[in-house]
Nanobody, 124 residues
Framework: QVQLVESGGGLVQTGGSLRLSCAAS????????VGWFRQAPGKEREIVAA????????YYSLSVEGRATISRDGSNGAVYLQMNNLEAEDTAVYYC?????????????????WGQGTQVTVSS
């Protein structure tokens, strides 16, 4: 089993930045591919970014491309999502998810483990 814990959410003004972190206990996190999802009130959960187990490939949704960077720590596999130039539309609960698949996966059903989420609120 893998337990994922997100941190780094909070209240930020429009144009500001946040760095979300995802840490894991249990199975070696560095062997898992990871995705960041978000769910805004009244909307479906959507993928924001993803990274392979070795950090070799990344993916960004169009909504954050150019404003977000996903990365992972080579020593412990922790994954980070740096978000810049935040907009009100970025307000959501952000979830970290891990997959045993070795490639980039975009669907929620492709992920085996989920964190509890961290709230990001962007105010104008």
């Amino acid at each position: 089993q893998v337990q994922l814990v997100e941190s780094g959410g909070g209240l930020v003004q429009t144009g500001g930045s946040l760095r979300l972190s995802c840490a894991a206990s249990g199975r070696a996190f560095s062997s898992l591919s990871v995705g960041w999802f978000r769910q805004a009130p009244g909307k479906e959960r959507e993928i924001v970014a993803a990274i392979t187990f070795n950090g070799g490939k990344t993916y960004y949704s169009l909504s954050v491309e150019g404003r977000a960077t996903i990365s992972r720590d080579g020593s412990n596999g922790a994954v980070y999502l740096q978000m810049n130039n935040l907009e009100a539309e970025d307000t959501a609960v952000y979830y970290c998810a891990a997959s045993t698949r070795l490639w980039i996966v975009l669907g929620m059903t492709d992920y085996d483990y989920w964190g509890q989420g961290t709230q990001v609120t962007v105010s104008s």
